[in-house]
């Protein structure tokens, strides 16, 4: 896994087939790409090999007794047999004794039908049981979202690998005790991340979703291919349907199920999938009242939950009609990626969630990252755990939740993200060489001033630089804090800075699902003016997804198209739902610029942005059997012609006394999020006891606030976890106006209380 | 194909023998012949004599044969397939199906439905469980996949009403709880084998 190998190629035999694969690959990796089979039982490939089961004993010829081919790397010219009567009588006792004391019960486990110990029972032909161990009372765990049922558990460990590897949660342990053992979570009472990884890679029906518990079978679920809508990581998942009941034969989901050997989901993926705008008919009346509103419409608002294609389709409503397209979520995003394209001269920034985890250096700047993109995090933690990364993690608020992946956290000012972006560039590029107008303004900064208003400490930047020594792979992260800060574009440029002249690569997460297809494709004005539609925002006459406005469309798990991800990747989606009512196409039509389906839009998205001339029925979606992803495709570069200008710094601004953060804690994305009934959020305040104090506010006080103009009222509640005066203030709960915030995420907080919850 | 050609269309050598019948009388005299023949020969009689027989014995000795269907039922065979039973425990009373959703899988008519859900006794609980009368081809399929013996097909082949719902619930077709004692195990397609003791094995258990 390291990412200092060369390249080579070797050639291997394998049941007399050669078979070329990489150096440094395991002999099941090469098997694998090469089509062979070998049985396996606890090997996952997102994390390094576990070799628990011993079931891919594979004999090397020269080589004493049975290999693990998991773990053994391929040697060139190696000749292997992964297949003879002592490795088939091998794994039929492996077999044996995972069915020891196994409950037969098979009939309602969740499992059954894609179970992989009822594949290898049926596999190697064990039909009974002729010894016994003794045997334990182990009853049902009951884990919140998930239970947990110790005598179905074969111990793979998958679950904890994954946990810790992948998720860098560290919920789950191993409990060794014999035949005792069991798995352990150990974060029940302060809730684990509750993203289901471990319940998606547990070969049996260990794990279970307790929603999902017992209500329906596997093979009775049509599995369909989609992309996950709620962040911008856009990750791949299958929507499991089948009819909603007895007399309702109306498709529902059922679960969320994913390609967990190669790719993760985090919570509201898994869970939030009940979002669906249901049971509307087509209203003729709305329609040409929507018409009507759109012919005379000044301003288009939309949200970034919206496919590349309706982004399209507004596009070309905008060019037609002569109105003003804002979109709250996108338009601070598109004017950073500017300011960054000005100075690192590509369309494309170059890091993406895979050099993230190949990377041994990852700096983190400006998001709660957490929060913003949980796939992101999880790609930290694949590189903290893989190549013992140093993440460094520079925000106001600590985040005690990736302690354990942190190895240095640099809290700075809120608001003063400009100087903290140029201490930065100063810090990272010293030493080399930059163009004239940027050293000029390195070498003018007042780093003693910067340092103080924003409250990083130069020893701090040192030891940031003393601890990439030696580390090969640098990503730097960066995030929604930044594009709405009143000085994103200076902070753009330096970030682009830092990516040009340094061996860093830079990941800027977009702020919501699609904001990156928004940004590319439409020409997006800062505010609304005049008569207003909202598409899924508010406005004077309202097309909303959440059922709530004046013409209803349908929730992006009812609709086909495409997302551009923080991958620079434009993926698939497909409907899981069916929806009656009408489509922005439709509407576009009535306007005379849509086409028959919206996917028609597909191949005509903008080739000047990277897209790509490709049907969207002719897009791949899938994975290979090493996890290639080949889904939809790759943005192209482009060149963009650079403008070496920087700003020089002014004042930082000051926040002070009481700050509040706009974000979605617990990964709570949002209006299509909140309406599952799977996920338990609170909408409240949290604040530290310091913030408290400060405040003067009590746990269970409940408040009022002012905030871009939107009257918030909430209940305070202390979060032991959370230090300083900055609290975090949700704003999922908020319906569509949740989708017209667009100012920076820190503000001063001016409240009055109004009595308790 | 008109119906022209397809009575003339060439169906092979057919090998069709005549009946060595006598002659129908031809004129209005042979026939007259033959009346008288018959009648004073009082062939009629002969053919009657069963029924006259049979009619002696249900007037005035009670020895009835037909079946004064609806009144009367005929028994059906052990395997004969109609309306499906559902069973239920012998020792607990606990119905038997455990909502493994086979018998739903493998109906080729598309015909049962079934809903199950988490039980508060953290068993999977039969929520709803419905087979179409209207589609069921009673092939017995669902009854020979049933791993717990639950469904079954019984004896009840009156499938006329106003409203098929009545009889394809659970409930309905369940053995009611207080006729337990008479529930029968159907020997039919789908039941264990006879030598089925012979043939399974003992799983060792240890506590
Ligand atoms: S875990 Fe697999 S083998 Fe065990 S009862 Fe469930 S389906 Fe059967
Ligand atoms: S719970 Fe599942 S994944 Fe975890 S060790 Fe047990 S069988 Fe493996
Ligand atoms: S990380 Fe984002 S895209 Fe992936 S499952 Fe979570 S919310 Fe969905
Ligand atoms: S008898 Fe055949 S058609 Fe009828 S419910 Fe059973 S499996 Fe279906
Ligand atoms: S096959 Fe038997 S146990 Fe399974 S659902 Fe049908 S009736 Fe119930």
Known sequence: MSIREPNKTITVTIDGQECRGEWGQTILQVARANDIYIPTMCYLSKVEPIASCRMCVVEVEGVEGMILSCQEKAVDGAVITTNSDDLYRERQNITRLYDVNHPLECGVCDKSGECDLQSKTVEFGVDQQTFAARDQHRPVQDWGFISYDPSLCILCEKCVRVCNEVVGDEALQISVGGYKSTIINTKLDQQCAECGECMAVCPVGALVSTDFKYTANAWEMEKIPASCAHCSSGCQLYYEVKHTSIDNPDPRIYRVTNEHEFSSLCGAGRFAFDYANEGVQQDARAFDQAVTALRQADTIRFSGVITNEEALLLERLREALAVRLVCDDAYGYQRFLAAYRSISGSTLYEASLKTVADSQAVVVFGTRIYDDNPMVKYHMAMASKHHKARIVYLHPMEDARIQNLVTQYIKYEAGSEEGVAALLAATLLAGKTVSDPLAGVLDNLDIGNLSAESNVGEEELDTLKRSLWKKEGFTLIVGADLYNHPEAENIARFIAAIERYSDFKVLIVPPATNARGVAEICTLSEAVEGYTVGYNAPGDFVLSALGDGDLDMPALNQQEGTLTTVDQRVVPTHPALPYEGYTLNQLANALGVGSRYTIDQTPHLPRDKGYKAIAFDDLPDYFDALGGEHRGYLLSPGEVETRDVFSEIEELPAYDGLVVYRCNEGSAFGPFDARSVHRKHEAVLKGSEQFAVAARLKGGERIRFELDGESYERVFRIDTTLKGTVAIHPVWDRGLSAFALSSYRFSQLKFETTGNE | ?207
């Open chain 2, 1 to 207: 194909m008109s119906l022209e050609q397809f009575k003339n269309r060439n169906v092979g050598v057919q090998h069709y023998r005549m009946l060595d019948l006598s002659h129908t009388p031809q004129t209005g005299w042979g026939q007259f012949k033959q009346v008288v023949r018959r009648t004073l020969s009082l062939e009629l009689f002969v053919g009657l004599k069963v029924t006259l027989r049979e009619m002696t014995k249900a007037l005035f000795f009670g020895k009835m044969h037909t079946t004064k269907y609806p009144f009367e039922k005929l028994p059906v065979g052990p395997r004969y397939r109609a309306i499906h039973e559902m069973k239920r425990l012998l020792e607990s009373g606990h119905y038997r199906c455990i909502g493994c959703g086979l018998c739903e899988k493998i109906c080729p008519a598309d015909a049962i439905r079934i809903e199950t859900a988490y039980g508060e006794d953290q068993r999977k609980q039969v929520q709803e469980y419905t087979i179409n009368f209207g589609r069921c081809i009673f092939c017995g399929y669902c009854a020979e996949v049933c791993p717990e013996l639950a469904i079954v097909h019984g004896g009840r082949y009156e499938t006329a009403s106003e409203q098929r719902a009545s009889f394809s619930l659970f409930d309905d077709m369940l053995t009611p709880i207080d006729r337990l004692k008479e529930q029968k195990e159907f020997p039919g397609y789908g039941s264990v084998s006879p030598d089925a003791d012979k043939r399974i094995h003992k799983t060792p258990l240890a506590y």
